[in-house]
């Protein structure tokens, strides 16, 4: 089957760094996803790994490492708007089916 | 402005009465996809089609069934609506292929009573 963990919980300090890890197991892997939820309302994309390395979008980075099953999303001079669940969801097989870890809350604090 | 579009954002049902959830989306998708959102369990995937006329079971597809008659509308249907199918419903589109994420609607919080 396929398995997904993150941290539940995380608390950093507005204008600090944080990094959120993700670790899976899955069959048929095709590459990493990274949502950003907010409280009611719906996730929104992020970023996506498929090869191993460094991706860095503005103050969101993410990391891939294929071998090890292992990523994580880096968040830069952090901002209370960056307060959110913070999604990993491994792609799989032939038809881009998404499965998702429980998802890490993040809390920014002054 | 692309989006898929959930027709309703709240809603109450009494157990044994037959659910209809419905989805659209206007960016020409192929893929669509139901999930739904409970605390400690994440989304987990219900059913999902990669055509018209196409559905596969997810990974929880028990109680539900779908319907995909045209590209752009993808519903859900709960036969007979328990409790324990209350939820936050969400319904997601992509392109074809396993490059492309996921655009969600905004959401269906429903509540079987």
């Known amino acids: 089957g396929q398995n997904i963990d993150q941290p539940t919980e995380m608390t950093a300090t507005e204008g600090a760094i944080v990094q959120i890890n993700c670790t899976y197991q899955?069959?048929?892997?095709?590459?990493l996803f990274w949502y950003q939820q907010h409280a009611g309302e719906a996730p929104t994309f992020l970023s996506y790994?498929?090869?191993?390395g460094l991706e860095e979008k503005g103050r969101f980075s993410s990391f891939l490492s294929r071998s090890k099953g292992y990523s994580y999303l880096l968040l830069k001079e952090l901002q209370m708007k960056d307060s959110a669940s913070y999604l990993c969801?491994?792609?799989?097989?032939?038809?881009?089916?998404?499965?998702f870890g429980t998802g890490t809350q993040l809390k920014v604090e002054l | 402005d692309v989006k898929v579009t959930q027709s309703s954002r709240y809603l109450v049902k009494r157990t044994g009465e037959k659910v209809f959830l419905e989805c659209v989306q206007d960016?020409?998708?192929?893929?669509m996809f139901w999930y739904r959102q409970d605390p400690g369990l994440g989304l987990r995937l219900i059913y999902f089609?990669?055509?018209?006329?196409?559905?596969e079971k997810g990974d929880i597809p028990e109680g539900y069934s779908v319907s995909r008659e045209k590209k752009e509308r993808f519903s859900l249907i709960l036969e007979s609506a328990s409790t324990n199918q209350t939820s936050m419903y969400l319904c997601?589109?992509?392109?074809?292929?396993?490059?492309?994420?996921?655009?969600f609607g905004s959401g269906t919080r429903l509540t079987v009573v």
């Open positions: 997601a589109s992509s392109f074809q292929g396993g490059n492309y994420g996921y655009t």
């Open positions: 899955t069959s048929g892997f095709n590459g």
């Open positions: 790994n498929v090869l191993d």
């Open positions: 969801a491994a792609s799989t097989g032939g038809g881009n089916k998404l499965t």
């Open positions: 960016m020409d998708h192929e893929n």
């Open positions: 089609s990669y055509d018209v006329k196409m559905k």
